[in-house]
Structures are given as structure tokens and as C-alpha cells.
């Protein structure tokens, strides 16, 4: 079975400071991989993904995430943070599956 | 286009009852899927339908859970003798088809088992 393992719960920052949440994945297989956001009050919204290619993939409002297949990751960044960013953040794996298996979330607050 | 649309956003029920939560999909998506988010935990995965049949119901914690779809579009997730253990946020998603295609995500359902 496959699992997906998000390090940090929460993650308090200020304006403008530069974001990595770390995101490790046990399959061993071919994945997919998505970072999925949750703005307070809102549904769950596809930030990134990444299917094949190139392992640096680009999202909306700024985000990127890089997909290591040695590491078993695929961390999500931004170089600097807006107070507008205050969300919840879900790592996503799908292989060979439809489902989605999702880590447990990260909750980012910025400080304005 | 509308996107996924979940009725009712909030259901508080009593232990033993039965409640129905429903699901409409973007139309045109053939998938659809139905995930149950516990306090302080991603979405887990309880079923998904691919068209009118249900391809994997392997997340279904137990048979008081069962769920339709009958026509291929709006579906039923349906909870027999609710128990507090099932107070949770229950999410549908859809996508074009099954394979490896971004889901998208209504609000979800709220539902709270006194």
C-alpha cells in the first residue's frame, strides 16, 4: 500500500520569508504526484502536478515542486510567501490507482 | 461550467440514524470519487465510480456505508445506524475518467453524528 508522509503540521512564517514543505512518498512503482491547497472556507484546489517529465514542475501563485524519484519526494516551494498563501496544504499520490492517497496536511499561516 | 456541488453542506443527525449525502459532478466526468476527511487528517479514499458501476470500494470502513450512482452522473453515498465515529467531513471529487486525470473537489459535506 502506498503512503505519503507530510514532515511539518504546522508552519508559521512571515511575508516575503521563502516556503518548503517537505513531502516523502513510499511506493516504489511508477506515481503521480499533486499538491492539492485548501483556503479557509474553500473547497480542496490542485496547486501542482506532476505525471513525467521534467521533476521541476510549476504551479499556480507562484508555487513549485520538485520530484526526486531517489528521495521518494516531491517538496513544495515558494521563494517568498504572501499573506494571501494562508492555507491548508495536501500532498497526493495516485500509482496505477485512480485514488488519491493524501499525507495529512500542513497548515501555513503568514504573518503580515 | 458549474464545478462539483455537494448537498447538504452541514448534516447533524443522531447516533443510529440513517443519512444520505449527495454528490453532483462536473458534467461530462465520468469519474467519481468520495473521500472522508477526519479532524486533523488528509482525505481518505472510500470509493470510486467509474461511469454507473462502482470500481473500487475498498476504502468502505464497514457495510453501513454504501453508495450509488445509478444514472452515471449525481451520486449517493448513503450511512446506515450513523455511529459518532463517522462524524467527519465527506468529500466528492470527479474527473474526466479514471485514469490519471486531476480530480476536482467540491466543498464536501459536514456531517455530525450526536
Known amino acids: 500500500a502506498q503512503s505519503v508522509s507530510q514532515h511539518n503540521h504546522h508552519v508559521i512564517l512571515s511575508e516575503a520569508a521563502s516556503l518548503e514543505l517537505g513531502c516523502n512518498y513510499s511506493?516504489?512503482?511508477?506515481?503521480?504526484l499533486f499538491w492539492y491547497v485548501q483556503y479557509p472556507g474553500q473547497h480542496l484546489q490542485l496547486l501542482l502536478k506532476?505525471?513525467?517529465?521534467?521533476?521541476l514542475v510549476k504551479g499556480i501563485k507562484g508555487f513549485e515542486a520538485e520530484f526526486i524519484k531517489s528521495k521518494f519526494s516531491f517538496n513544495l516551494r515558494k521563494p517568498s510567501v504572501q499573506w494571501s498563501d494562508t492555507a491548508e496544504y495536501f500532498c497526493?499520490?495516485?500509482?496505477?490507482?485512480?485514488?488519491?492517497?493524501f499525507g495529512k496536511g500542513t497548515m501555513l499561516l503568514v504573518s503580515p | 461550467g458549474a464545478g462539483v456541488s455537494q448537498t447538504p453542506s452541514n448534516k447533524v443527525t443522531e447516533k443510529g440514524k440513517y443519512v444520505e449525502l449527495r454528490c453532483d459532478p462536473i458534467?461530462?466526468?465520468?469519474?467519481l470519487y468520495w473521500y472522508r476527511q477526519s479532524l486533523g487528517q488528509g482525505p481518505e479514499f472510500l470509493i470510486y465510480?467509474?461511469?454507473?458501476?462502482?470500481?473500487?470500494d475498498s476504502g468502505l470502513p464497514n457495510d453501513r456505508f454504501f453508495a450509488v450512482r445509478p444514472e452515471g452522473s449525481v451520486s449517493t453515498l448513503k450511512i446506515q445506524r450513523t455511529e459518532r465515529g463517522d462524524s467527519a467531513v465527506y468529500l466528492c471529487?470527479?474527473?474526466?475518467?479514471?485514469?490519471?486525470?486531476?480530480?476536482?473537489f467540491g466543498p464536501g459535506t459536514r456531517l455530525t453524528v450526536l
Open positions: 497526493a499520490v495516485n500509482s496505477g490507482y485512480s485514488t488519491l492517497t
Open positions: 506532476y505525471f513525467s517529465g521534467d521533476p
Open positions: 471529487a470527479s474527473s474526466w475518467d479514471s485514469s490519471y486525470n486531476e480530480q476536482f
Open positions: 465510480f467509474q461511469g454507473t458501476g462502482a470500481a473500487d
Open positions: 511506493y516504489g512503482g511508477t506515481v503521480n
Open positions: 458534467s461530462g466526468h465520468t469519474a
